[in-house]
């Protein structure tokens, strides 16, 4: 069954600390994409980044790093010195086709950061 | 990408009644969902809303509760009717742009909208 784990309930920082969200996927699908969003407290759905299946390369934004590990079923989201702003509830998604051939997006339940100045 | 609204913002409501939520998207769009978040909790979707014919609802999710209507590929509305303090939520509006789009698998959500019922 398709399912997006996120162990960390919550997780608190001092800023200026390096914090790694951890997601961990199953799915069937051999083609399917992971996602990362970010939920301020104003309540929207900020896009973080879009990773594919066939693609494996980590990837760095500015503060933002992504660990994509197929062995392990992983994609793990890491902040570089952390800011009081980085506050807020991360989600790990994931979406695979349907037999509709559509997509549909599973999240997990989310991680809840917060950096203290 | 897609911009998306909805309506309303917020909304405090009484036990009993029913609110209707509008999404309004900037362009046409392939597929609109509907997903709710309680408080604390996750995103759960609650139906997808096709254009011209009835919604497809995720298990534990029925039609009576959550109707929705899609009339356009721009437009779609969900109700949620007969409520009760549980349908305290955040409920999102997403879409999907379809496929052979650089962006064919993401979904973009909407502004959300906080509905308590007292």
């Known amino acids: 069954a398709q399912k997006v784990t996120q162990a960390q309930t919550e997780i608190s920082v001092v800023e200026k600390e390096d914090v790694t969200l951890d997601c961990v996927y199953e799915t069937r699908d051999t083609t399917y994409y992971l996602f990362w969003y970010k939920q301020p407290p104003s309540g929207e759905l900020v896009f973080l980044i879009r990773?594919?299946?066939?693609?494996?390369q980590n990837e760095i934004s500015g503060r933002y790093s992504w660990n994509f590990q197929k062995s392990t079923s992983s994609f793990n989201f890491t902040i570089t010195a952390s800011q009081v702003v980085d506050s807020a509830v991360y989600f790990c998604a994931l979406s695979e086709g349907t037999t509709s051939g559509t997509y549909k997006y599973i999240f997990g339940t989310g991680t809840r950061l917060k950096v203290l100045a | 990408s897609a911009v998306i609204s909805q309506k309303p913002s917020r909304d405090i409501c009484q036990r009993g009644t029913s609110l209707t939520i509008q999404c309004q998207v900037d362009s046409q769009v392939t597929m609109m969902f509907w997903y709710r978040q309680q408080p604390g909790q996750s995103l759960t979707l609650i139906a997808t809303?096709?254009?011209?014919?009835?919604?497809?609802?995720e298990s534990g999710f029925v039609i009576d509760k959550f109707p929705i209507s899609r009339p356009n590929l721009t437009f779609s509305t969900l109700t949620v009717s007969n409520m009760s303090p549980e349908d305290s939520s955040i409920y999102l509006c997403s879409v999907w742009t379809g496929p052979g789009r650089r962006n064919s698998h993401e979904q973009f959500f909407g502004p959300g909208t906080r509905l308590t019922v007292l």
């Open positions: 809303a096709n254009q011209g014919s009835e919604a497809t609802y």
């Open positions: 990773r594919n299946s066939f693609d494996e």
